[in-house]
C-alpha cells in the first residue's frame, strides 16, 4: 500500500540521494527564506514527487472541481469574461492561458510584492511563475476546469497540469507554451519527460500561443534541457479555490539579494545546475 506522504513535502527530501536530494532541500530553503510562511512556501508542503512510486495515484482517477461558483465572485467574473462565448474547456483553457499569458503587459512585469490573492495577482498584472500558476488553476476552476501545479525544482520554474478531455494537460501560462501529440491530444508532463522530442515536434497552431518576451528556440532548448531533462525533479501539488483557508496571502516585499553574503538562493541555484547539467 503506497503511503504518499512519504513523497510529499519536505518528506521527498528522503526519497532522494546525492546531488538530487541536495538541490531539493536547497529549493525548500529557498522559497521558505525568500517568502517565510506565505502560500508560495506553504503551497510546497503539497507537492508530490513524480516517480516510479506515484505515477499511478497521479494520473489515477478524474478529479472533481471542489470550488463552489460565487465563492469567489471576482474571479468567476473574469472568468466567465475570458471565455464569453467559448462551448468546449479546450478552447475556454486555451483563452485562460493567453489571457495570463499576457497579465504583465499592464504594468511591464513590474513585481510589487510576493504572495497576494488571485485577484491582487490579476490587478497587477503579475508574471512570475509560481504566482501566475496559481491564477491559472483559479481561472480554471471558476469555469469547473481542475488544475495544479508543477515544480519543475532544478530549473526553477513553475508550471501546471490542467486535467481537460480525459486526462492531464501541461500548461505554461507565463511562456504560453503546452504540448499536444500526433493526434492533437493534449500531453501531461509524464508523457513530456518520456518524450522529450516532442517539445520539438509541435504544429503551427501550439506554438502560435508561445510568448513573444522570449524566443521559442530557447524556450523550447530551456524546456529540452532543463525543466523536463530526465535529471529534473517533477514535483506535483493540489491547489485549489477551495482550500483558501489553508494559506497566508499577506503580502511579502520581493527579494533584493544577499549582496556580497551567501544567501540559500545561491546555494539553490548552484545545485539546480549540478543537478541538470551532467
Known amino acids: 500500500m503506497l503511503d504518499?506522504?512519504?513523497?510529499k513535502g519536505k518528506n521527498i527530501a528522503e526519497r532522494l540521494e546525492g546531488i538530487e536530494k541536495e538541490c531539493y532541500l536547497a529549493a525548500w530553503d529557498w522559497m521558505e527564506y525568500g517568502w517565510g510562511e506565505n502560500v508560495e512556501f506553504q503551497r510546497m508542503r503539497e507537492q508530490i514527487l513524480l516517480c516510479d512510486e506515484t505515477?499511478?495515484?497521479l494520473y489515477g482517477d478524474a478529479p472533481a472541481c471542489r470550488y463552489i461558483r460565487g465563492t469567489r465572485p471576482v474571479l468567476d467574473k473574469i472568468g466567465d469574461e475570458i471565455c464569453a462565448g467559448l462551448d468546449s474547456d479546450r478552447e475556454k483553457v486555451l483563452a485562460i492561458l493567453e489571457y495570463i499569458r499576457d497579465m504583465h503587459e499592464r504594468v511591464g512585469g513590474a513585481d510589487y510584492f510576493y504572495g497576494g490573492t488571485e485577484e491582487e495577482l490579476i490587478k497587477k498584472g503579475e508574471w512570475f511563475c509560481e504566482?501566475?500558476?496559481?491564477?491559472?488553476v483559479a481561472l480554471c476552476e471558476t469555469q469547473g476546469i481542475v488544475g495544479r501545479i508543477v515544480f519543475h525544482i532544478g530549473a526553477g520554474h513553475l508550471t501546471n497540469e490542467i486535467y481537460l478531455e480525459g486526462g492531464w494537460a501541461?500548461?505554461?501560462p507565463r511562456c504560453g507554451m503546452f504540448c499536444v501529440d500526433e493526434n492533437g491530444r493534449f500531453m501531461?508532463?509524464?508523457?513530456?519527460v518520456r518524450d522529450r522530442d516532442s517539445i520539438y515536434r509541435q504544429p503551427q497552431w501550439v506554438t502560435d500561443y508561445h510568448a513573444k518576451y522570449w524566443s521559442l528556440d530557447y524556450r523550447q532548448h530551456r524546456n529540452y534541457h532543463f525543466c523536463f531533462s530526465p535529471y529534473e525533479l517533477q514535483c506535483i501539488g493540489e491547489y485549489s479555490l477551495a482550500d483558501a483557508d489553508k494559506y497566508n496571502f499577506e503580502w511579502v516585499a520581493p527579494y533584493s539579494g544577499g549582496g556580497n553574503k551567501r544567501t540559500p538562493q545561491d546555494r539553490y541555484s548552484e545545485t539546480g545546475m549540478m543537478m541538470l547539467i551532467r
Open 4 to 7: 504518499i506522504n512519504a513523497y
Open 55 to 57: 505515477r499511478g495515484y
Open 131 to 136: 504566482r501566475v500558476a496559481r491564477v491559472m
Open 170 to 172: 501541461y500548461f505554461d
Open 188 to 192: 501531461s508532463v509524464d508523457e513530456i
